[in-house]
């Protein structure tokens, strides 16, 4: 399994160092009221600025580099997570184009050429800073990394000096390339949590589904050849047990401790059995018996895995995304 890399290495982390704008009133407009992420940039010429991204008064996506610009909740939030001593989260971005997420559309599938493979695309369809829906198309390298970083979200602090104790909040963010010159542009994927001041993860999760489901959807569209490599990952993961037959019954005595054997085992002859019903409807079509198209044929002989991915919680979605992310990049030779 390829882990994404580290942005850089871990340091003290500044306070941003843009000089303050004042507003009509002598102060600065308040331009994230509701902080969702602090990152890190380590873009070339930006290295170590922070990043805020959130939501602005009016419950828009924002973001800026200035901790000025941030409303007192925001900042109290933020003084927190930095006494707490924990990483902030690296992004290789310059500027971020802050959305909050609706919902998944299709994915583009590209088609790749006699020497190159191209990357396909997922596409969400947001609301962006001006509150219009936008789609935003992100590639599936980039998006499947960034969902792994995902795994430790940000801590919201949302108590009072009048609580003996409470609990931090974690919201979930994004952080994916856009397409760009530079490639130093990053969307911020942002999750609305459904009750206020609640976790995002619902949403989160929701996102981490529909995200993989549509990769696996298409991976599975390809012939063999072409294939990622996803549709292994969520036999893996994902897998489910045969409903009938001897392999069911096989399970069960499994269950009760009577035979002993591992879940590669099962999958091996789910495959097998799959590749032996389409030799014998071959047959059948060869002698005139049956008559079914090359299409089915093709289908009843691909050894695909069964798969769900729907019981999955949110950490067991993200290490599946890893896993993703493992297989992509050597498909494409990134590792």
Known sequence: MANPPPESDAGALPEADEPSVEGAAGAPAVVVDALAAAVMSTAKGVRGRVLFVGWSPDGLPAATGRRDTLSDEARTALDHYRATGLDMRRVPFGQLVPATYLITGPVIDFSDTRDRLAEDQVQYTCL????????YAVGEIGILRGIVLARQPWQAYTGSGLDVAVSTVPLYSVFAPLPDATGETGLALMFQPTIAGASNEAAFRSFV??????????DESQVPASRRGYLEVAGRVAGVPPRSGLLRSLVTLRNLGFVDFDDAW????????KRLQGGVIRALRA?????????????LEDPRPDYNVDPLDTTRLVDMAEEMYGVATARFGLT
């Open 287 to 299: 002698i005139g018996m049956v008559e079914v198209s090359d299409g089915l044929l093709r289908e």
């Open 209 to 218: 589904r529909h995200t993989i489901g549509r990769l696996l959807v298409l």
């Open 128 to 135: 962006d800073v001006t509150g219009e829906r936008r789609d």
């Open 266 to 273: 099962v999958r091996g002859m789910q495959r097998r059995g």
